[in-house]
């Protein structure tokens, strides 16, 4: 069997909700910080989907990196 690709994401997330998390995460056995994650990405991401009619097309080009201008 084919392992799933996965890539590493690093984010910065406000404290309450990192703590909300891993409370969650640690009374709901069977889940991980990761199935939590993808779980709720995906859920965000299909409701934009939706919103919108259809899925996004591919991107032109890489996202920017870095500070974000303010």
Known sequence: MEKPNKQRFTMLLSGDLLER????VYWTPGITMVSLAEEGLKMVLERFEKERG???PHRKEELKSGRPII
Request: avoid cysteine; hydrophobic fraction near 30%.
């Open 21 to 24: 998390a891993r409370n969650t």
């Open 54 to 56: 259809s899925s996004f």
